[in-house]
């Protein structure tokens, strides 16, 4: 049967459409695919409970992860020496760390800085029961104190460090986390202990008001949100980006604030000079040997 040259034009036109949007429809899918956002997991120090951690840092990890490339999924571990092994096999994509850890984990996987608090310097403290008859750090030579893990920056390295310079010796009991401290404090199980000024400020009023300062240590450059090599570039651009613009809006601020965090600011891996001058290394008991 012979076609018309009308309808073979007609055929032909069909059959091209339907390819084209065949091919259109698979373009689609494939761009699709490639815009989905990248699942990122956001480890935390644990420096309070865990339940505690995720009820303040989800609704800021949600925000930064609105209309964005990625989704930033809250994690952190039961102690601080869990989290320290975790750091160390490289299982957080992002983490927020402390400054000797960011000195550790920097060199090795290599975990680069992001962002730190703006004009934020990091002092730890040394708390005991507000009724206490210690004055002064010596007073508590002898005494059994409380601290979160050996490497917790300025809540156990920078006390002990200053302990031990004043010829203070003490008993110590490491309890896992801030909180820990705290409540072993209030409770009197220990004659004082470690912590940092944000974690006793967020710490139920119930344990603080039995507490107060006993003394603090100078300042240094604060935690890190540091994020790993194999995160593409595009995304750490665009992530720091999210951290220094989130405080300019009502609720950024607001969430910094209820997580007693200042506004962020880029950071370059040479800003913990200062704590890598301290040598903390065999002092903090290597990370490498506290599995065994």
């Known amino acids: 049967m012979k076609i018309s040259p009308w309808l073979n034009t007609y055929l032909l036109s069909s059959i091209a459409l339907f390819f084209c949007g065949v091919f259109a429809m698979q373009a689609s899918d494939t761009e699709h695919t490639v815009n989905e956002p990248s699942n990122l997991t956001f480890g935390v120090v644990p420096q309070q409970a865990a339940s505690t951690l995720a009820r303040k840092w989800s609704p800021l990890l949600a925000a930064l992860s609105q209309n964005a490339t990625f989704q930033l999924h809250f994690a952190t571990a039961p102690d601080i020496p869990t989290f320290e092994r975790r750091l160390a096999k490289g299982e957080y994509d992002i983490a927020y760390m402390n ?4 000195t550790v984990f920097n060199e090795s996987p290599g975990y680069q800085a ?54 203070i010796n003490n008993q110590i009991k490491y309890v896992g986390s801030h909180d ?29 008001e039995q507490l107060r ?9 604060p ?11 595009s995304v750490r651009e665009e992530l720091m980006i999210k951290f220094t613009q989130f405080s300019s809006t009502q609720e950024g601020y607001m969430l910094l604030e209820g997580l007693g965090f200042k506004p962020f600011e880029a950071a370059n891996s040479r800003d913990w000079n200062d704590v890598r001058a301290l040598g903390l290394g065999s002092f ?9």
């Open 99 to 102: 400054p000797y850890h960011f």
């Open 114 to 167: 992001l962002v730190k608090e703006q004009g934020k310097k990091i002092t730890g403290i040394i708390v005991v029961q507000k009724g206490s008859k210690a004055q002064s750090l010596s007073d508590l030579d002898g005494q059994l104190l409380a601290f979160p893990a050996p490497a917790a920056f300025a809540a156990s390295v920078l006390p002990r460090a200053n302990l031990k310079i004043k010829g």
């Open 180 to 208: 820990s401290v705290y409540l072993a404090v209030a409770q009197g199980l220990v004659a004082g202990g470690g912590g940092v000024k944000r974690t006793f400020k967020t710490m139920d009023k119930e344990v603080t």
């Open 213 to 221: 300062v006993l003394w603090e240590t100078p300042g240094y450059t």
């Open 223 to 233: 935690h890190a949100v540091a994020i790993h090599p194999r995160v593409p570039v």
């Open 284 to 292: 903090s008991q290597p990370l490498e040997t506290k599995d065994k």
